[in-house]
């Protein structure tokens, strides 16, 4: 079965960091783009960065630009999203998102989510 | 950035009608590169459509997506009750930037 687990969500101060991680299985990780996304409590959807499958090719959204970190372990089939200086505003579920065969950057396959909270 | 805005923002229908949401984009999509998801509560957004009218994998026929341009449209073609969620359109055409737009609630008359 192809699946995303995400991990690694919780309760952070702000100015504090957190480390997310996706575990991917029942498909070849290696050969995927994944993307970041996020939610924040009753709002809508929010992308947040895009990493290639080789890692050569990066991109963030202006709001976490700086302040977070995409990278991948391929050999471990996972995905990481490494958060600096959290503010309240980045409270949210996130999502990690696979982008579909053929598909440019649609997000066929999605985890059920992590939840990140930032409060003092 | 591509803004998407979606309507309506709410929408109520019977089981059995025909469903019809849009989504509108401030610039041309690029190669038509938008798609659809659905959302219940408490799960993750589902792939619908994409290239703006390829249904995804596994996804009933009587979902169909169409438009180009700055204008784009889902159509459910009769309500089962199951569809009542909320749908979000995003464009992924306009790199390094994707966006998704707000979103329309589809609910129960």
């Known amino acids: 079965e192809v699946q995303l687990v995400e991990s690694g969500g919780g309760l952070v101060q702000p100015g504090g960091s957190l480390r997310l991680s996706c575990a991917a299985s029942?498909?070849?990780?290696?050969?995927?783009?994944m993307n970041w996304v996020r939610q924040a409590p009753g709002k809508g959807l929010e992308w947040v960065s895009y990493?290639?499958?080789?890692?050569?090719?990066?991109y963030y959204a202006d709001s976490v630009k700086g302040r977070f970190t995409i990278s991948r372990d391929n050999a471990k089939n996972s995905l990481y999203l490494q958060m600096n200086s959290l503010r309240d505003e980045d409270t949210a579920v996130y999502y990690c998102?696979?982008?579909?065969?053929?598909?440019?950057?649609?997000?066929?396959?999605w985890g059920q989510g992590t939840m990140v909270t930032v409060s003092s | 950035e591509i803004v998407l805005t979606q309507s309506p923002a709410t929408l109520s229908l019977s089981p059995g009608e025909r469903a019809t949401l849009s989504c509108g984009a401030s610039?041309?999509?690029?190669?038509?590169?938008l798609a659809w998801y659905q959302q219940k509560p408490g799960l993750a957004p589902r792939l619908l459509i994409y290239?703006?009218?390829s249904r995804a994998t596994g996804i009933p026929d009587r979902f169909s997506g169409s438009g180009s341009g700055t204008d784009f449209t889902l159509t459910i073609s009769r309500l089962e009750p199951e569809d009542f969620a909320v749908y979000y359109c995003?464009?992924?055409?306009?790199?390094?930037?994707?966006?998704f737009g707000q979103g329309t609630r589809l609910e129960i008359k």
């Open positions: 995003q464009q992924y055409g306009s790199s390094p930037s994707i966006t």
């Open positions: 610039q041309s999509v690029s190669s038509s590169y």
């Open positions: 029942g498909f070849t990780f290696s050969s995927y783009s």
């Open positions: 998102a696979r982008v579909g065969p053929g598909m440019w950057n649609a997000f066929d396959i």
């Open positions: 990493i290639s499958s080789s890692s050569s090719t990066i």
């Open positions: 290239d703006a009218s």
